[in-house]
């Protein structure tokens, strides 16, 4: 299975800030990488697909890079409603799997 | 509007079976690859299996923490996704989700139902 390790596990931000989550497959993933934001007692929405990919919808603000084993989310102007938490996840083969997730939390 | 909905969950007994079920709306449910998912509370997402579509010869896969204990299966004619999960173990606790997937790309996920399992 390929491990996905995602740093940091917290952090604490405000608004206006810029914000970078980095995620590192254990084994090349090409761009088959996806990321999630999820806020409390939500189901997960899908933010970037295919590591730079913004979903529809989702505002400019996000953008995702990289490729091979190491990726990055950044939000940039953090906004009140961008405080959740973020989790990347591999599509390159299954069992897809998660990083352990990052929770953005209010400075 | 694609929704899906899952019903089914609730208290269970460790050792005992139960079968959550995914109502999907809004799109060609025959066309896609279902896939569930599950968050132990407090935890992270973790993927239990998905059921091809049957164009695709409608088999699934499973995570080796749940393989030869959970199947799923699919009825396109209702629009309904299956998860029977038997041989339930407390570890098993979680909220699963019902998901369309999009070979691992995943847009859309329903409420969860929320499993318990516990003496």
């Known amino acids: 299975d390929i491990q996905m390790t995602q740093s940091p596990s917290s952090l604490s931000a405000s608004v206006g800030d810029r914000v970078t989550i980095t995620c590192r497959a254990s084994q090349s993933i090409s761009i088959y990488l996806n990321w999630y934001q999820q806020k409390p007692g939500k189901a997960p929405k899908l933010l970037i697909y295919?590591?730079?990919s913004l979903q529809s919808g989702v505002p400019s603000r996000f953008s995702g890079s990289g490729s091979g084993t190491d990726f990055t989310l950044t939000i940039s102007n953090l906004q009140p409603e961008d405080f959740a938490t973020y989790h990347c996840?591999?599509?390159?083969?299954?069992?897809?799997?998660f990083g352990q997730g990052t929770n953005v939390e209010i400075k | 509007e694609v929704q899906l909905v899952e019903s089914g969950g609730g208290l269970v007994q460790p050792g005992r079976s139960l079968r959550l079920s995914c109502t999907a709306s809004?799109?060609?449910?025959?066309?896609?690859?279902m896939s569930w998912f599950r968050q132990a509370p407090g935890k992270g997402l973790e993927w239990v299996g998905f059921i091809r579509s049957k164009a695709n010869g409608g088999t699934a896969e499973y995570a080796a923490s749940v393989k030869g204990r959970f199947t799923m299966s699919r009825d396109d004619s209702k629009s309904i996704a299956y998860l029977q999960m038997n041989s339930l173990k407390t570890e098993d606790t979680a909220l699963y989700y019902c998901?369309?997937?999009?070979?691992?790309?995943?847009?859309?996920w329903g409420q969860g139902t929320l499993v318990t399992v516990s003496s």
């Open positions: 295919a590591a730079s």
């Open positions: 998901t369309r997937d999009n070979g691992g790309n995943i847009e859309f």
């Open positions: 996840q591999q599509s390159y083969s299954p069992p897809w799997t």
């Open positions: 809004g799109f060609n449910f025959g066309d896609y690859a």
